[in-house]
């Protein structure tokens, strides 16, 4: 986190229901849409709810029982979408991506997208570092006119999320990836024509989570329940910085840090997996030895990356580039890498 974050977070809290505090609001609802190129008429909610609380939200605002969607499943988070789909009983088929595949366009031309109306992926599969093409799966949503649901929590901020070019119809982002700042805010984006022709017509079977009432609340520049009010906070300094430096800084920065890492593994002769990566983060294959090294990592030097669980537990280990990290830290983080290794 960085220290002005820090500097917010130790302050303390406001009373939220106040002119000030819809101010706030106000602007942080204007600058994230900025951030993302999103139009004045699309629809911003902010949930109190981690990125899962956020991808249920919009699948029970946005689809039925009478829909079919199309889920990309190349890892837990894929999964996830799938699971939810299940729980509130909507129809739906996956494209499964065994570890190691990656999306192409041949692989979504053998799907007939006439049969759904709606595409949910998470753009960056954090569990593999994977990033699908943005581009490709907008042509195709496009083509059959499905409704694109994008959970971008580890993309946004790292690679490029465009709402307008990529005609995204639901955009999630959560407060704890790019951003860098505490967990427990997530933010919805949704365009005109998916509120217009679902959100305004389905009621959900929830009521902390109906989005009409969040997009009627935040006219007033509130919620409608207690929020985390502290994060909004976070979040109403964090995207004044970020907007003083310019919106595309902050992933040119993590591109920058996730290219000069990954040549010095290549120089190091660590291998990185081959399919298209995040900016976010670079998953390390070191098979059998991936949960070892994140172990002594941790125990021995005092860096915390990211382990695999389940198959992938001692195959990979994922180093993010996200938040304030320098390159300091990685040329510290190598050393040790390295070092560990001798002894496995």
Not at 50 to 67: P, V, Y
Request: proline residues 3%.
């Amino acid at each position: 986190m960085f220290p002005e974050t820090l500097a917010t977070a130790s302050r303390q809290l406001p009373y939220f229901r106040t002119r000030e505090f819809s101010q706030i609001m106000f602007e942080n609802e204007e600058m994230f849409k900025r951030s993302i190129n999103a139009p004045q008429d699309a629809k911003t909610v902010f949930l109190t709810a981690s990125g899962t609380g956020a991808m249920e939200a919009a699948i029970m605002n946005c689809f039925t029982k009478e829909d079919r969607l199309l889920v990309i499943n190349g890892g837990s988070f894929g999964r996830r979408f799938a699971e939810i789909c299940n729980i509130h009983q909507i129809p739906h088929d996956e494209v499964i991506l065994e570890f190691g595949k990656e999306l192409t366009e041949e692989l979504l031309e053998v799907v007939d997208g006439s049969r759904y109306s709606g595409l949910l992926v998470n753009l960056h599969e954090t569990v593999t570092g994977q990033l699908y093409d943005i581009a490709l799966l907008a042509q195709y949503c496009r083509k059959y006119n499905l409704y694109f649901v994008v959970d971008a929590v580890s993309a946004y901020g790292a690679d490029e999320v465009d709402f307008s070019q990529y005609a995204i119809d639901v955009l999630i982002v959560s407060s704890q990836k790019a951003l860098a700042l505490s967990p427990g805010i997530s933010i919805v984006e949704i365009s005109k024509r998916i509120y217009e022709e679902r959100v305004l017509k389905i009621q959900p079977s929830t009521l902390y989570f109906d989005f009409k009432m969040c997009i009627e609340n935040l006219k007033r520049g509130q919620t409608p329940f207690t929020p985390a009010v502290g994060i909004l906070l976070e979040l109403n300094e964090r995207l004044k910085q970020i907007q003083k430096a310019g919106w595309k800084r902050m992933q040119e920065e993590c591109h920058a840090l996730a290219v000069r890492f990954r040549m010095e593994l290549e120089q190091r002769d660590f291998e990185v997996p081959v399919y298209r990566l995040s900016n976010a983060l670079t998953p390390i294959l070191l098979k059998p030895h991936a949960k070892e090294m994140y172990l002594h990592l941790k125990e021995d030097y005092g860096f915390i990356v990211t382990p695999s669980g389940g198959e992938l537990e001692e195959v990979l280990i994922r180093v993010g580039h996200l938040g304030n990290v320098c390159w300091e830290d990685y040329d510290k983080l190598l050393e040790a890498m390295e070092c560990i290794r001798e002894l496995l």
